[in-house]
């Protein structure tokens, strides 16, 4: 029963399940009244679902809905439409959103739309203090309570007749801001604003001003009064005194300080006036600034003071400001319209100036040391006043002066620069320097002791005909030089090495070597070296020549090899020869010698050889016709009988082979030591011994 019951709800449910059959066509996302929205008014985000359903049920919707990504709104509704309203909208409202509806285990997301609220509402400022002193601030806040950072305040300070002092702050976190100014001189009746920008969708948004604050300033202490004494119209050598003053509501910390071109004269603190005085002179002219101080409050006044001349500055005239020494030199101090004054001559000096005479005139012999720059000072009323300086120059005269090379020797490397110094000993700088090659002026030096000149067009051909000469502004003139002549050396070019006989020598014969070059300043260094496993020099000699013959003899198989030479000068650069090879062979009576001792011998052997053929032959024939009979045998008699006959034929032939084994030693005795290394092929001759069997036979 209860199985039946479970196969028949099963059954429903299956049943039930293909009625509910559903799908999402679209989720859309819509705004209200439209995508742009003023600040303040208000708008409705809506979220609707277009769903096609298999029958008609109720179905049931999550709808949930985000702005920049974060959840804003969420509702669960049988409708397929939600509204997410927002009554007042702010720009903080601007944004990106989007909605997702669930339904039946199903879920369909929308689209973005961007929603852009314009405008920002009317910030609000508050200040701190409504009334101030000067040197105090003001502290102001400017808020948004409504609007969402990042924001960017602007604080506006206005004045009468002004342009309005801002402050900028930007706010990343917070949707207000704070801010102090500083209350100046001046500052009587202030106003005090602000207003607040935004940035959205690439464009800048700004805030009507907010609410307009008053701030009225106090005066901690009135503007100080400056007055000079007796007058502000003065003559040098007068006192002038200057006077600061200023009414203060209390005198803590209160400073009054007088200043002119930047410089503190004089300064007073917790007081009300401030007193100067010093001698007037014609420095004291200018504007002169009181300043009087409290916190930061600060109020200045200025005055200017005229210093009228007493009497110009003093003139100094010499007789001459260029002098031989041991002249007389004549010094005049004066002042244009005024005599009645106490005159003193000088001389300036780092360590302090050296005086010379309390009086107008000055009459000296001058020597070189006096050279410098000379002063008179005239004295009035205290009033001290000093003239321009007059530079005075006593010349010595120059000595003569001396050309060298720098490098020391007076001689230049074909090619290479030349370059001379020119000294003058004594004479006072600056001195004129001028070279000379030849008659022409190659180089003017203004210098102190010495001038160099360096010459480097130098010519194959050239010998000099340098000098200098040297002069300063004594009256005696130029002085030159001796003349200086110059060795051009060339440097060596195309260095041979050539032999005779050339390629093959004979052994034990001379050799000549000839080392030569194309070009090249004498002496001539030479160098010929034989080249081994390392270089072995085997001649060297200096020669006032472009070329060197050595001789080598008795040339030996030793000698065979590489030849190379060397050849240098005073240009210092070693110039090598192509290498040559030099084979020693052996002399002609050599090559006699060993054919005699060899080929003779050879020839014989092979002679001998050939006998021994022949011999051999015979002596293989005659068994053969010892086997033909009696006739054999009768002629075998005869043969006998002619072998007893002819054995002196026989000896006599053995002896030969002897003679000629004692000349073929004998040649080998008398072979050279230059031949021990020859072989010599030797054939070896056997001579048969006498038959016993037959020595028997011919006994009988």
Same mark, same amino acid.
């Given at each position: 029963?209860?199985?039946?019951?479970?196969?028949?709800?099963?059954?429903?449910?299956?049943?039930?399940?293909?009625?509910?059959?559903?799908?999402?066509?679209?989720?859309?996302?819509?705004?209200?009244?439209?995508?742009?929205?003023?600040?303040?008014?208000?708008?409705?985000?809506?979220?609707?679902?277009?769903?096609?359903?298999?029958?008609?049920?109720?179905? =049931?919707?999550?709808?949930?809905?985000?702005?920049?990504?974060?959840?804003?709104?969420?509702?669960?509704?049988?409708?397929?439409?939600?509204?997410?309203?927002?009554?007042?909208?702010?720009?903080?409202?601007?944004?990106?959103?989007?909605?997702?509806?669930?339904?039946?285990?199903?879920?369909?997301?929308?689209?973005?739309?961007?929603?852009?609220?314009?405008?920002?509402?009317?910030?609000?400022?508050?200040?701190?203090?409504?009334?101030?002193?000067?040197?105090?601030?003001?502290?102001?806040?400017?808020?948004?309570?409504?609007?969402?950072?990042?924001?960017?305040?602007?604080?506006?300070?206005?004045?009468?007749?002004?342009?309005?002092?801002?402050?900028?702050?930007?706010?990343?976190? &917070?949707?207000?801001?704070?801010?102090?100014?500083?209350?100046?001189? $001046?500052?009587?009746?202030?106003?005090?604003?602000?207003?607040?920008?935004?940035?959205?969708?690439?464009?800048?948004?700004?805030?009507?001003?907010?609410?307009?604050?008053?701030?009225?300033?106090?005066?901690?202490?009135?503007?100080?009064?400056?007055?000079?004494?007796?007058?502000?119209?003065?003559?040098?050598?007068? &006192?002038?005194?200057?006077?600061?003053?200023?009414?203060?509501?209390?005198?803590?910390?209160?400073?009054?300080?007088?200043?002119?071109?930047?410089?503190?004269?004089?300064?007073?603190?917790?007081?009300?006036?401030?007193?100067?005085?010093?001698?007037?002179?014609?420095?004291?002219?200018?504007?002169?600034?009181?300043?009087?101080?409290?916190?930061?409050?600060?109020?200045?006044?200025?005055?200017?003071?005229?210093?009228?001349?007493?009497?110009?500055?003093?003139?100094?005239?010499?007789?001459?400001?260029?002098?031989?020494?041991?002249?007389?030199?004549?010094?005049?101090?004066?002042?244009?319209?005024?005599?009645?004054?106490?005159?003193?001559?000088?001389?300036?000096?780092?360590?302090?100036?050296?005086?010379?005479?309390?009086?107008?005139?000055?009459?000296?012999?001058?020597?070189?040391?006096?050279?410098?720059?000379?002063?008179?000072?005239?004295?009035?009323?205290?009033?001290?006043?000093?003239?321009?300086?007059?530079?005075?120059?006593?010349?010595?005269?120059?000595?003569?002066?001396?050309?060298?090379?720098?490098?020391?020797?007076?001689?230049?490397?074909?090619?290479?620069?030349?370059?001379?110094?020119?000294?003058?000993?004594?004479?006072?700088?600056?001195?004129?320097?001028?070279?000379?090659?030849?008659?022409?002026?190659?180089?003017? #030096?203004?210098?102190?002791?010495?001038?160099?000149?360096?010459?480097?067009?130098? &010519?194959?051909?050239?010998?000099?005909?340098? +000098?200098?000469?040297?002069?300063?502004?004594?009256?005696?003139?130029? +002085?030159?030089?001796?003349?200086?002549?110059?060795?051009?050396?060339?440097?060596?070019?195309?260095?041979?090495?050539?032999?005779?006989?050339?390629?093959? #020598?004979?052994?034990? =014969?001379?050799?000549?070597?000839?080392?030569? #070059?194309?070009?090249?300043?004498?002496?001539?260094?030479? +160098?010929?070296?034989?080249?081994?496993?390392?270089?072995?020099?085997?001649?060297?000699? =200096?020669?006032?020549?472009?070329?060197?013959?050595?001789?080598?003899?008795?040339?030996?198989?030793?000698?065979?090899?590489?030849?190379?030479?060397?050849?240098?000068?005073?240009?210092?650069?070693?110039?090598?020869?192509?290498?040559?090879?030099?084979?020693?062979?052996?002399?002609?009576?050599?090559?006699?010698?060993?054919?005699?001792? #060899?080929?003779?011998?050879?020839?014989?052997?092979?002679?001998?050889?050939?006998?021994?053929?022949?011999?051999?032959?015979?002596?293989?024939?005659?068994?053969?016709?010892?086997?033909?009979? =009696?006739?054999?045998?009768?002629?075998?008699?005869?043969?006998?009988?002619?072998?007893? !006959? !002819?054995?002196?034929?026989?000896?006599?032939?053995?002896?030969?082979?002897?003679?000629? $084994?004692?000349?073929?030693?004998?040649?080998?005795?008398?072979?050279?030591?230059?031949?021990?290394?020859?072989?010599?092929?030797?054939?070896?001759?056997?001579?048969?011994?006498?038959?016993?069997?037959?020595?028997?036979?011919?006994?009988?």
């Amino acid at each position: 029963m209860y199985l039946a019951l479970l196969v028949i709800f099963l059954h429903c449910s299956e049943l039930y399940a293909q009625e509910r059959v559903f799908t999402f066509n679209m989720v859309e996302i819509k705004v209200q009244p439209s995508v742009k929205v003023k600040n303040g008014a208000p708008m409705s985000i809506i979220c609707h679902a277009d769903i096609s359903k298999k029958n008609d049920f109720q179905l =049931s919707h999550n709808f949930t809905i985000f702005k920049d990504g974060k959840l804003v709104f969420m509702i669960t509704s049988d409708k397929g439409e939600a509204r997410y309203g927002i009554p007042v909208a702010r720009s903080s409202d601007t944004g990106l959103y989007e909605c997702a509806v669930e339904a039946g285990g199903k879920t369909k997301s929308s689209k973005s739309l961007h929603v852009w609220v314009t405008g920002l509402t009317k910030p609000i400022l508050t200040a701190e203090k409504k009334e101030v002193l000067e040197g105090e601030v003001v502290k102001l806040r400017c808020e948004l309570p409504e609007e969402a950072s990042p924001l960017y305040f602007v604080f506006r300070k206005i004045k009468m007749n002004s342009k309005p002092n801002e402050k900028h702050v930007s706010e990343s976190h &917070r949707n207000f801001s704070t801010v102090e100014f500083s209350v100046e001189e $001046e500052d009587n009746i202030l106003h005090f604003d602000c207003l607040v920008r935004r940035l959205v969708n690439l464009e800048l948004e700004t805030s009507e001003p907010s609410n307009r604050t008053l701030v009225t300033v106090k005066e901690p202490f009135i503007k100080p009064t400056l007055k000079a004494k007796p007058s502000s119209n003065i003559t040098e050598g007068d &006192r002038i005194q200057l006077e600061c003053s200023t009414v203060v509501a209390r005198m803590h910390d209160i400073e009054i300080i007088l200043q002119k071109n930047r410089t503190i004269l004089n300064s007073v603190r917790d007081e009300k006036l401030l007193k100067y005085s010093a001698v007037a002179t014609l420095e004291e002219s200018g504007e002169y600034l009181c300043k009087v101080e409290q916190g930061r409050a600060s109020k200045t006044t200025k005055l200017n003071v005229v210093v009228a001349e007493l009497f110009p500055k003093p003139v100094l005239t010499a007789s001459a400001i260029k002098l031989d020494e041991n002249k007389e030199l004549t010094l005049s101090c004066s002042i244009s319209g005024f005599r009645k004054a106490n005159f003193s001559i000088l001389r300036k000096n780092s360590n302090g100036d050296i005086w010379f005479k309390n009086s107008r005139n000055l009459t000296m012999r001058v020597h070189v040391n006096d050279t410098g720059s000379y002063i008179c000072k005239a004295e009035v009323k205290g009033i001290v006043k000093e003239s321009k300086p007059v530079r005075i120059n006593v010349y010595a005269p120059v000595s003569k002066p001396t050309l060298s090379v720098v490098s020391g020797l007076p001689e230049v490397v074909l090619g290479k620069p030349l370059q001379l110094i020119c000294r003058s000993v004594m004479g006072t700088p600056p001195i004129t320097f001028k070279f000379y090659k030849g008659n022409e002026i190659k180089k003017t #030096v203004v210098n102190d002791t010495y001038a160099v000149f360096l010459d480097e067009n130098i &010519r194959r051909n050239d010998k000099g005909g340098y +000098k200098c000469d040297a002069r300063n502004d004594h009256s005696s003139g130029m +002085k030159t030089s001796n003349i200086l002549n110059i060795t051009v050396i060339v440097p060596i070019r195309n260095a041979s090495l050539g032999s005779n006989p050339y390629g093959e #020598v004979e052994d034990g =014969s001379d050799t000549a070597f000839l080392c030569s #070059v194309k070009e090249g300043s004498w002496p001539i260094h030479f +160098k010929i070296f034989k080249k081994t496993d390392h270089e072995v020099l085997l001649f060297e000699k =200096s020669e006032n020549a472009d070329r060197i013959l050595w001789r080598k003899e008795a040339m030996s198989r030793q000698d065979t090899g590489t030849y190379y030479c060397i050849a240098s000068n005073r240009a210092n650069v070693d110039v090598k020869s192509h290498p040559i090879t030099i084979s020693v062979v052996l002399a002609a009576w050599q090559k006699g010698v060993i054919a005699a001792f #060899v080929l003779i011998p050879i020839a014989g052997a092979i002679a001998l050889t050939l006998w021994w053929f022949l011999f051999k032959k015979k002596t293989a024939q005659r068994p053969s016709m010892e086997m033909s009979g =009696s006739a054999l045998a009768t002629n075998l008699t005869s043969e006998k009988l002619t072998r007893q !006959n !002819n054995d002196g034929d026989y000896y006599s032939r053995s002896g030969y082979i002897e003679d000629g $084994e004692n000349h073929m030693k004998s040649t080998d005795e008398n072979k050279g030591p230059d031949l021990e290394s020859a072989e010599v092929e030797y054939t070896e001759v056997e001579v048969s011994t006498l038959d016993p069997h037959r020595e028997n036979t011919r006994a009988s």
